[in-house]
C-alpha cells in the first residue's frame, strides 16, 4: 500500500498508452512499436494487473477523464477494450459523464471497430489524419490515404461519435502555406468538433530527422509564421475557439482531459511510457514492454525512480503550461503558489513584451497574444526560468 500516494489522490484523470502501430511513422518519437503476434494479449495481461494494483494502492479514485493514447488505441480488438473499461469501472469511480477518449488512426477506424467502442462507452473519437494530401502523408511515412482519413471520419459519424476530433500536423518540408490551408479546410469540411493542429517538429533520431537535407527542410520561419496565424483566422471564421496553442474546438468541446492536466490536476498514467502526477509525486513507466512487465509482476511500477516535485517546480509548471492556454496565468494563483509577484519581479519584460503586443493582461490574467504563442518558448522561459 503507499498510503501517501493514496492521500494525495482522491481524484484522477486516467492515461492509459497502447504501445502498438501498424507501422512506425518517419517524424515519430513516441513510444510504440510495429504490432506482432500474441503482443496484444501479453499487454492486456500485465494492463489489468496494474489497474488492479493502483487500485489497491489509491482505493476507488473519482475518475473524470479516461484517455486513451499511443501509439494506436485502435488497434485493440474490441474485447480487448472491453475487458479494459471493465476493470477501470470495477476498480475505480467513473463519474456518469465521464469523457472516454479513444485515439483512432484512419486505417483500423473501421465502422465495425468505431461503433463497438462507441458501444463500450467510448463517447469521443480522436483522429490521427495528419494530411489530406496524399504526398504529404506518404513524406510522413502514415500508412493511409487521404481518402481512407475521409472515410474514418465518416465511419465515426456512423458509429454515433457526436464528438470527433481530427488531429492535423502543417510546417511540413517544402510545404508551403495553401498546401496546409487546402488540409485544414478539408477537415473543416467534416465539421469536427474539436481541432489539433501542431507545427511538426524534426525529433532527434527519427528517420524523417536524419533523412536528406533536401526532404527534412522545413519551410521559412515567415511562412510558419503565416500558416500558424491564418490557421487561427480560418477556424475563428468557421466556428471554433483555440483555447491553447495548437487547439481548437466549437464551444463547449475543447477535450476535458487535457484542460484538467494543464490545469495542473492529478493523472493516473498506465501502461509503458506512461507518466502519472499524483500530488506531489510523479514517475514515468519504462519505455520498453519488458521492463514494464517485469515492473508490475514484482509490484514495483511507479516506486521506482519517482520524482518529487517541488512547490518551486509546480509553480513553474502551474505558468508552463497556463500560459500554453487562451485562459492564460491567474497572476493571484500563481503569487500563492510561487511567493513571485510576475508584475514586479519581471517588470521590465512584461512591459516589452506588452508593447510589442505578444501578450495581454486583463482580469488578473496574463495571457499570449496569437502573435505570442508564435514565440511562446521565450515568453515562458523569460518569465519563469529567468
Ligand atoms: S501512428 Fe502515431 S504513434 Fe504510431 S508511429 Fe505514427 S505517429 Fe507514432
Known amino acids: 500500500m503507499c498510503a501517501e500516494t493514496r492521500s494525495a489522490a482522491p481524484s484522477a484523470s486516467l492515461y492509459i498508452h497502447v504501445p502498438f502501430c501498424r507501422s512506425k511513422c518517419g517524424y515519430c518519437a513516441f513510444y510504440s512499436q510495429p504490432l506482432r503476434e500474441g503482443m496484444l494479449d501479453a499487454y492486456l495481461t500485465v494492463l489489468l494487473d496494474e489497474i488492479a494494483l493502483w487500485a489497491e494502492r489509491l482505493g476507488r479514485l473519482n475518475v473524470p477523464t479516461v484517455f486513451f493514447g499511443g501509439g494506436t488505441p485502435s488497434l485493440l480488438p474490441p474485447d480487448h477494450l ?14 456518469p459523464d465521464a469523457e472516454i ?133 480560418l477556424l475563428e471564421d468557421a466556428g471554433y475557439l483555440q483555447y491553447e496553442i495548437s487547439n481548437y474546438a466549437r464551444l463547449g468541446q475543447a477535450c476535458r482531459h487535457n484542460q484538467l492536466c494543464w490545469d495542473g490536476r492529478d493523472y493516473l498514467g498506465l501502461g509503458p511510457a506512461a507518466t502519472s502526477t499524483l500530488g506531489h509525486l510523479r514517475h514515468t513507466n519504462p519505455e520498453s514492454l519488458r521492463a514494464w512487465t517485469e515492473l508490475v509482476r514484482t509490484r514495483q511500477i511507479g516506486l521506482h525512480q519517482r520524482e518529487t516535485l517541488t512547490p518551486e517546480t509546480r ?20 503569487r500563492a503558489l510561487s511567493g513571485v509577484n510576475l508584475l514586479t519581479s519581471h517588470k521590465a519584460i512584461i512591459q516589452a513584451l506588452r508593447q510589442k503586443e505578444l501578450i495581454r493582461i486583463n482580469q488578473g490574467r496574463l495571457r499570449l497574444t496569437r502573435t505570442g504563442m508564435l514565440v511562446s518558448n521565450s515568453i515562458i522561459r523569460a518569465l519563469g526560468f529567468e
Open 315 to 334: 509553480a513553474k509548471e502551474r505558468l508552463m503550461l497556463a500560459l500554453r492556454t487562451t485562459k492564460g496565468l491567474d497572476l493571484a494563483e500563481y
Open 101 to 233: 477518449t479513444l485515439e483512432a488512426n484512419p486505417e483500423s477506424a473501421t465502422l465495425d471497430f468505431l461503433s463497438a467502442a462507441r458501444h463500450l462507452g467510448v463517447n469521443r473519437l480522436s483522429l490521427g489524419v495528419q494530411s489530406f494530401r496524399d504526398e504529404e502523408l506518404a513524406l510522413l511515412g502514415r500508412p493511409h490515404t487521404a481518402r481512407q482519413a475521409w472515410e474514418a471520419a465518416t465511419n465515426a459519424r456512423g458509429a454515433g461519435f457526436g464528438n470527433l476530433g481530427l488531429d492535423l500536423i502543417w510546417g511540413l518540408p517544402a510545404q508551403r502555406e495553401g498546401q496546409w490551408l487546402e488540409s485544414l479546410r478539408r477537415a473543416v469540411e467534416l465539421s469536427p468538433e474539436h481541432l489539433s493542429c501542431y507545427g511538426l517538429s524534426l525529433e532527434p533520431g527519427t528517420p524523417l530527422a536524419e533523412a536528406p537535407e533536401d526532404l527534412r527542410q522545413l519551410p521559412p520561419e515567415r511562412e510558419l509564421a503565416r500558416m500558424y496565424v491564418h490557421t487561427g483566422e
Open 82 to 95: 472491453d475487458s479494459i473499461l471493465d476493470a477501470l469501472r470495477q476498480r475505480f469511480d467513473l463519474a
